[in-house]
């Protein structure tokens, strides 16, 4: 059975993932022919893919990756991701701005002075 997916395509989503997860991507890619069998498994499992759910899928991905916790999928994951139409879990919290630490330390004053009020009232009955 012949592969319908040009390894062009291939070519192009390495670099995507390489561009999208950084080393989470490359890091397993740098043992000696490891690139080669790891194009030729994703040629494999990308078949019966068209090239708009790849690149859809790699739209994604792209948003996917920046929480610097997001591992890159596997082929199946890929594949089902593409084919099935499911959406990878993107972590928009990692996307947030962090709060003013000043107001945060107020406020957790406040806290810690209302937690007080209430501890003392319970020791002493009042």
Not at 2 to 22: H, R, T
Not at 87 to 107: D, L, S
Not at 111 to 122: D, F, P, S
Request: charge should be neutral.
């Amino acid at each position: 059975m012949a592969n319908d997916i040009p390894m062009d395509w291939v070519d192009k989503l390495f670099i995507c993932m390489a561009e999208f997860y950084g080393e989470r991507w490359t890091k397993n890619l740098e043992k000696p022919h490891a690139i080669v069998f790891s194009k030729a498994a994703w040629q494999s499992a990308l078949d019966g893919l068209t090239y708009d759910q790849i690149r859809n899928t790699l739209k994604y991905l792209k948003r996917a990756a920046q929480d610097p916790a997001a591992i890159p999928p596997h082929q199946i994951e890929f594949w089902r991701y593409a084919k099935e139409n499911l959406v990878p879990h993107i972590n928009y919290t990692a996307q947030q701005e962090k709060g003013n630490p000043e107001v945060a330390k107020a406020a957790l004053g406040d806290i810690y002075k209302k937690l007080q009020g209430y501890h003392g009232n319970v020791l002493h009955g009042t």
